[in-house]
């Protein structure tokens, strides 16, 4: 029952995510947002930040929560989530600093994985959670095998997810080898799920997240026992559906 949309480009699929944000957040300021981060969401936030300076959409009335963020990096580290974060959306638009929030990972763990928990509790939770799939399938950090219900957590992250995200770091650096991530069960609790999905490299992980019944091999897959989900993606992921 998720609602696919299939554009020519990363570029148009980006247009049209920008386009279904900024249409939520005209109808509701107040908005709860889910943030993501990963390559996919550059150019999305790029053209929602032009469409905020076009039109003169505001977030002064809106709050956000970021999916995760790498256990152990500062804040200000150059790979870090909350760095992407400011440098891709944060610093270009009227979100006020209280309200946008990455789980605190520089410091007691455990403690920062249920005072996120609490304070999505306390905002009125998630209205529209955007989300990238790794190539194994993972949302967020909930790499394949991770609970359907489980809540926000320290996860370790896959050989593969290092590799895959260790250009994102300084030469010489590696990607730490563990993460705070909502969890599957947090994610599926948002009213609203946008997934997202460019390039050819996501074409199986999106076929087996939709075509074959949930099962925690396939994390994304999880997404099919949710009402409302729609999946923004190119024709080169779409190519396996
Ligand atoms: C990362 C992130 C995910 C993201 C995924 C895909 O590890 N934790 O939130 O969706 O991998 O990233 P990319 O868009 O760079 O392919």
Same mark, same amino acid.
């Given at each position: 029952? =998720?609602?696919?949309?299939?554009?020519? %480009? !990363?570029?148009?699929?980006?247009?049209?995510?920008?386009?279904?944000?900024?249409?939520?957040?005209?109808?509701?300021?107040?908005?709860?947002?889910?943030?993501?981060?990963?390559?996919?969401?550059?150019?999305?936030?790029?053209? &929602?930040?032009?469409? %905020?300076?076009?039109?003169?959409?505001?977030?002064?009335?809106? +709050? +956000?929560?970021? &999916?995760?963020?790498?256990?152990?990096?500062?804040?200000?580290?150059?790979?870090?989530? @909350?760095?992407?974060?400011?440098? $891709?959306?944060?610093?270009?638009?009227? &979100?006020?600093?209280?309200?946008?929030?990455? !789980?605190?990972?520089?410091?007691?763990?455990? =403690? =920062? #994985?249920?005072?996120?928990?609490?304070? *999505?509790?306390? @905002? /009125?939770?998630?209205?529209?959670?955007?989300?990238?799939?790794?190539? $194994?399938?993972? *949302?967020?950090? $909930?790499?394949?095998? %991770?609970?359907?219900?489980?809540?926000?957590?320290?996860?370790? &992250?896959?050989?593969?997810?290092? =590799?895959? $995200?260790?250009?994102?770091?300084?030469? /010489?650096?590696? !990607?730490?080898?563990?993460?705070?991530?909502?969890?599957?069960?947090?994610?599926?609790?948002? @009213?609203? *799920?946008?997934?997202?999905?460019?390039?050819?490299?996501?074409?199986?992980?999106?076929?087996?997240?939709?075509?074959?019944? !949930?099962?925690?091999? #396939?994390?994304?897959?999880?997404?099919?026992?949710?009402?409302?989900?729609?999946?923004? #993606?190119?024709?080169?992921?779409?190519?396996?559906?």
């Amino acid at each position: 029952k =998720a609602q696919f949309q299939v554009f020519v %480009s !990363p570029e148009a699929v980006a247009e049209a995510v920008a386009a279904h944000i900024a249409e939520v957040v005209r109808a509701r300021p107040e908005t709860v947002l889910g943030l993501a981060t990963g390559k996919t969401f550059v150019p999305i936030y790029e053209a &929602l930040v032009r469409v %905020s300076v076009e039109t003169g959409l505001s977030f002064a009335e809106a +709050s +956000s929560f970021n &999916l995760d963020e790498y256990v152990g990096l500062a804040p200000n580290h150059p790979a870090s989530f @909350r760095r992407y974060m400011e440098e $891709n959306f944060f610093r270009h638009v009227d &979100l006020p600093a209280e309200r946008a929030l990455l !789980p605190e990972a520089d410091g007691d763990a455990a =403690a =920062a #994985c249920l005072a996120y928990e609490a304070a *999505i509790v306390a @905002r /009125g939770g998630i209205d529209v959670q955007l989300l990238g799939i790794g190539r $194994n399938g993972h *949302i967020g950090f $909930n790499e394949p095998g %991770s609970a359907f219900d489980g809540r926000t957590q320290v996860a370790k &992250l896959t050989p593969s997810t290092i =590799a895959a $995200n260790t250009s994102d770091f300084p030469p /010489g650096e590696v !990607p730490p080898p563990e993460a705070i991530t909502m969890g599957i069960g947090t994610i599926l609790e948002a @009213r609203e *799920i946008v997934l997202v999905a460019t390039g050819a490299g996501k074409a199986e992980a999106l076929a087996r997240a939709f075509l074959a019944p !949930p099962d925690e091999t #396939c994390p994304a897959s999880a997404l099919q026992r949710h009402g409302h989900v729609t999946v923004f #993606c190119d024709e080169a992921a779409f190519a396996g559906m």
